[in-house]
């Protein structure tokens, strides 16, 4: 009896399981970066996401402030790209942790934004100074702090 009651329920949590992680990646596996031709960093980060298991589309643009503007990403919360996760924005170097965070929780944001260019961000050269301040950006255009790391 035990044994049938702990094989339905592992049934029951794997089927739950696979659900959530199939709505979580219709969001996330494919997603689009927006880029300057001639970033380098800008490759690095679009190489991070591949190893994070992303298919990734890059869209190189001569005017990256378009999309920037498209999303309404303040000019002191930007950055040299902008990735668009389904209905989200990533703006910057922002972390997996960050994006995994974004992507299951489904906070009711247009995206989050880590600004400037950090030194051992993801796709960044150098030592980590200081903990990585990652932004949302609220529907009304209000910023306050996503997550720090």
Not at 80 to 91: A, K
């Amino acid at each position: 009896m035990k044994r049938r009651f702990f094989l339905f329920f592992f049934l029951i949590f794997t089927i739950v399981l696979a659900s959530c992680s199939s709505q979580t990646s219709n969001i996330a596996e494919k997603v689009t970066v927006f880029k300057s031709a001639s970033c380098g960093c800008c490759g690095n980060y679009v190489s991070y996401l591949k190893s994070k298991g992303f298919s990734v589309s890059v869209v190189n643009v001569d005017d990256i402030s378009s999309i920037k503007r498209k999303h309404g990403i303040p000019l002191n919360m930007e950055s040299c790209h902008t990735v668009e996760f389904g209905d989200y924005f990533v703006e910057g170097h922002v972390p997996i942790e960050a994006v995994n965070k974004l992507i299951l929780e489904k906070p009711d944001i247009k995206g989050i934004m880590l600004p400037g260019m950090p030194s051992a961000s993801p796709g960044m050269p150098g030592s980590k100074m200081e903990p990585f301040e990652i932004y949302a950006l609220q529907m009304d255009g209000g910023v306050n702090l996503f997550m720090r790391m």
